[in-house]
């Protein structure tokens, strides 16, 4: 039954009826999309898209949104990735589709595409209007795709995008249009644009499938990540690896059967190394998996292991270990099967216990794996944390952290972590110094220590002197404590226990008025702060849950200096983890290193900050743009020529909850600036960057912004001469542009303008009557088309049926340097209207002007709807341009 339905809804691809099919081999019309002709006869051939029964492909024509969903049915279908849950569901949704007016043919598909969540509800409306169809956008076709893939391939925050036009995707649209341009099945124009709101065409649909097809049908290369791992007591381990083709992989691995590599394969590393996230690639002989290479930048085997540290001592039963991070030793018990590894190798815990004996001179460097049981322990249940896997290496060198409290060109003086001891330490001949995660100098840590509190991991050799200095604005805290939750036993004046580790541990509270409490009202979904009286009460009270069951408080602490309590948040059992999801936020600011895939870094500091796929308005907030949106706040980000400042909240698990950020500084191309006095709103105190990556940032000026010269102003840069002129942006706190400074030299050394119709004269440009060279260099822009290279722009000059206005800035030896042209009248043949743009065809080739806004276009057309436009195909028509160059009637 399931065949039979593929292969009736194959038979519709193309229209809303019943069409008799043609192949490729015999369409009529694919010569007309030279670029795409091979194309569509492999989507033919492939059974994904048929033709017309008069033989024809028609390949300029739109797809509508609910052809888009057949075709794409189809191929899922075709490749063998259709979801069997979400077929035959035409019943469950028959009663909404008939409400859209979604054609009868197509809501099988249709049906399924919201089944399998390739289609929300909230698509529907844009399907039909009073009963008719609609063409599909690019944007929209990208998501559906999209979703259809993410099953396979994994779907990030957008980042990757590098059309020119890119602020015009949607901030839905912008991980799909990634996703497929990180899988080769979008690409854009001539010109780099994407045009996500043009309507899609039968042509790129059909190159759009026809790459998909090949994807889907095709193995990538054998890499993957780990998705799951599971350790058999060191003897085995059972690995699932999602493969970056979509497939999956379910390992089981011993050290006796498989060899793991780091990236380059000089070093052998021990299964027990393989997490959760590594990128990893596989090597097969036949269809037996010989060899893992680990595929993460390098890292220590220890890094990769829960807690990190040194082992002050092992005993039969625990080990007394020092935490890398902060400095705190804690007791863990050891699980009785254990996993021991040295340097790799697995031993035995008297081996090991008796080579750290032997080394008593030196540091055993450790990574712990962990598990919490809660089991009883005198009596009561208790949280018990025990050791599964230990692997250590004994080193010459030993890393803590703490708070710098001197720094100079030789020597650091700081704070221990866990601790008040201050130590010092000079550094050695070749210490290597870092600013969080990149490689700096002596003298940018000085800076950094002098300008406000910082703190340092320092690695130290047996002599006692740096080896190595990370400094940060943030703590460097131990991953096994950070939103760590503990059994309250019992709070006073002085202290609070609790139960951590299978041992009751008791924290200093120090002065009650240095500590804020809180206690979570599950009611309102939040914690209210209450002094210290009432949190005491909370904790003595015998509470129970809904049932009549004894339940316990449970705290989230924070801490100052050495292990002085700061903030104590408290909870009842049953309410603990929704209460400890939204713990106490974490605020940073600074300036803003990169986002990538979806997670922010600020250039001091190491800790990744993730970022949600949307906020509300309040919550996300540019200064200085027009509009604050994730796809504008990740290409400032990642853009090398502005400095992006932003200032965060994030909850416990560094999910930031706000942001609000500006520019500092930027620099690039000035597209446009339009003043006070600009009659446009929307454009009124703006200006329009372009900067060395290709990204364009629309952002706020102050109404009068400063220059740097005498030689110009505010006003003179409105004018079209200036545009394109290289300049450097300066901003005030509120991440307006307060300074804008021409950098161009051609601006200072005397240039001229002229304008008029424009013509060539051989190999040079007539401007009103006299002849210019071109400059090697030359700078086009216009408001009237989107061309701007020499050759495109000579060859409309040449154009009989086309006249341009320019208006020019040229130098001091009569060469053209910039040109801003606009068209004041072009005729030929009417080839289509296209969201914003009408093409026609003249004796020399096909144009693409710009036009007014589609409403007043119609208006003074005298259509009454788009459609109408289709009417008007092959006929030859005059285009007037309105003052500011773009179609406003024909």
Known sequence: MKRKMAMALAAVLV??????????????????????????????????INGYEDGTFRAKNNVTYSEAMVMIYNLMDKTG????????????????????????????????????????????????????????????????????????????????VNYNDVWRISDEAMPYVDLLSRLGILTGDENGNFNPTANITRAEM?????????????????????????????????????????????????????????????????????????????????????????????????????????????????????????????????????????????????????????????????????????EKVNGTRQDVVYVTA?????????????????????????????????????????????????????????????????????????????????????KFQDTSKVNATYRVKTITDDYIRVMEGGESVEYSIGSKSDVAFYVWDNKNNRFDEVDFDDAEEFCDTDHTDGEGKSVDVYARIGFRDGKKVSSVYLALENEKEKAFGEAEATERKGTVESIKDGKLKFKTSSTEYTLASKYDEDDLKIGGAPTSSLTVLTRMANCDDVTLYAEIKADSDNKITEIEARLTAAEGKMIEYNGKDTSDSDKKNTLTLKTSDGSQFKLK?????????????????????????????????????????????????????????????????????????????????????????????????????????????????????RINARVESAEGEFVEYDSGSVTIKTDKRSWVFNTVSKNTLLDNCGLDDERDFEKKEGKNVTLEFNSDGLVEEF
Not at 344 to 359: E, M, S, Y
Not at 413 to 441: L, P, T
């Open 390 to 474: 230990m692997y250590v290496t004994i080193m010459e060198e030993y890393t803590h952290t703490g708070e710098v409290t001197d720094f100079s060109s030789s020597s650091v003086s700081y704070k221990m972590s866990g601790s008040n001891a201050n130590k010092d330490a000079k550094f050695a001949s070749g210490c290597e110094f870092y600013i969080g995660d990149k490689k700096s100098d002596v003298d940018d840590l000085e800076k950094l220590a002098d300008s406000g509190t910082t703190y340092i991991k320092i690695t130290v050799n047996k002599d006692g002197k740096a080896t190595k200095i990370i400094m940060a604005e943030d």
């Open 701 to 817: 000026t102050v109404s009068n912004p400063k220059t740097d010269s005498d030689d110009y102003d505010a006003e003179d840069l409105q004018t079209t001469g200036y545009r394109g002129s290289s300049v450097e942006l300066e901003f005030n706190n509120d991440g307006e542009i307060s300074k804008i400074i021409v950098t161009d030299s051609s601006y200072n050394s005397g240039t001229k303008r002229v304008k008029g119709t424009a013509s060539l004269d051989g190999s040079k440009i007539k401007i009103d009557g006299k002849s210019y060279s071109w400059d090697s260099k030359t700078y086009i822009t216009s408001s009237s088309f989107t061309y701007s290279t020499k050759d495109m722009f000579e060859r409309m000059l040449q154009d009989k049926d086309i006249e341009v206005y320019v208006e020019a800035t040229i130098s001091d030896s009569d060469k053209v340097e």
């Open 206 to 374: 059909a190159v759009m499938m026809n790459k998909t097809y090949d994807l889907l049908s095709n193995e990538l290369a054998n890499t993957g990540e780990i998705t799951e791992i599971v350790n058999h007591d060191g003897d085995y381990y059972d690995v699932d690896v999602k493969m970056d083709n979509g497939e999956r992989n379910r390992l089981t691995l011993s050290d006796d059967n498989i060899s793991v590599y780091n990236k380059d394969g000089s070093r052998e590393l021990p299964i027990s190394s393989l997490s959760k996230g590594d990128k990893v690639s596989l090597v097969f002989d036949g269809l037996v998996i010989t060899k893992i290479y680990l595929l993460d930048e390098e890292t220590s085997a220890q890094a990769k292991y829960d807690v990190t540290g040194y082992i002050y001592s092992l005993k039969e039963s625990e080990v007394n270990f020092e935490s890398e991070n902060t400095g705190e030793t804690s007791k863990y018990k050891l699980d009785e099967n254990c996993t021991y590894y040295l340097d790799g190798k697995k031993v035995t815990r008297k081996d090991l216990q008796n080579t750290i004996d032997d080394n008593s001179d030196k540091y055993a460097y450790a990574g712990l794996m962990t598990t919490t049981e809660n």
């Open 15 to 48: 229209a809303g009826s019943l069409p008799v099919t043609a192949s490729a081999a015999t369409f009529t019309d694919i010569n007309e999309v030279s670029w795409a002709s091979s194309t569509i006869q492999a989507v033919s051939d492939k059974g994904l």
């Open 81 to 160: 990735n259709l979801k069997a849950s979400a077929t035959n569901t035409l019943p469950i949704y028959q009663s909404v589709l008939n409400t859209y007016k979604i054609p009868t043919w197509s809501q099988s598909t249709v049906a399924y595409g919201l089944s399998a969540q390739i289609l929300m509800a909230a698509d529907l409306p844009k399907f039909t209007t009073n009963g008719v169809s609609n063409p599909a956008t690019r944007q929209d076709v990208a998501v559906m795709f999209g979703r259809a893939l993410s099953e396979k391939y994994d779907i990030y925050a957008g980042t990757g």
